[in-house]
């Protein structure tokens, strides 16, 4: 991302996986200026990428988040030059798709599932997607 990502743009952004940012990146959340709210199912992953306090604040103040603070917050995993941001876009995927589907797809699934679970409950779910891989590759 780079330049302004104001309300929609914003949302669209944390729908996102994985986000890179920019130097010039300004995310901002205006709607409850005039007199609306997010409505574009971003408020659920805002609140779980930075905290209810610093969301409820990101969204009554409406203030620009930049980059640096979009990295330190856990709103976006990089902060480059504008100028780099196509290198590192493309190095991101190529990383990510050197990666067996299928493993990519649990992992995903995995790291979802441990918002919610209590530790047993995803050590279980590793360990079955685990064999289940595993399986998977012995049968080839």
Same mark, same amino acid.
């Given at each position: 991302?780079?330049?302004?990502a104001i309300g929609?743009?914003?949302?669209?952004?944390?729908?996102?996986?994985l986000?890179?940012?920019?130097?010039?990146?300004?995310?901002?959340m205006?709607?409850?200026?005039?007199?609306?709210?997010?409505?574009?199912?971003?408020?659920?992953?805002?609140?779980?990428?930075?905290?209810?306090?610093?969301?409820?604040?990101?969204?009554?103040?409406?203030?620009?988040?930049?980059?640096?603070?979009?990295?330190?917050?856990?709103?976006?995993?990089?902060?480059?030059?504008l100028a780099e941001?196509?290198?590192?876009?493309?190095?991101? /995927?190529?990383?990510?798709?050197?990666?067996?589907?299928?493993?990519?797809?649990?992992?995903?699934?995995?790291?979802?599932? /441990?918002e919610?679970?209590t530790?047993e409950?995803?050590?279980? /779910?590793?360990?079955?997607t685990? /064999?289940?891989?595993?399986?998977?590759?012995?049968?080839?």
């Amino acid at each position: 991302m780079h330049g302004h990502a104001i309300g929609a743009g914003f949302q669209l952004a944390l729908a996102c996986d994985l986000r890179i940012v920019a130097d010039d990146v300004q995310l901002a959340m205006r709607e409850t200026s005039l007199g609306l709210v997010p409505d574009l199912a971003g408020t659920h992953p805002l609140v779980r990428l930075v905290g209810y306090s610093r969301a409820l604040e990101i969204c009554l103040t409406g203030r620009a988040v930049g980059a640096r603070e979009a990295v330190d917050c856990g709103l976006a995993s990089l902060s480059v030059p504008l100028a780099e941001l196509d290198e590192a876009t493309r190095d991101l /995927a190529d990383a990510v798709l050197a990666n067996p589907p299928a493993a990519v797809l649990e992992l995903k699934r995995l790291l979802r599932a /441990a918002e919610s679970s209590t530790p047993e409950q995803q050590q279980y /779910a590793e360990r079955t997607t685990q /064999a289940r891989l595993l399986s998977a590759l012995t049968a080839r």
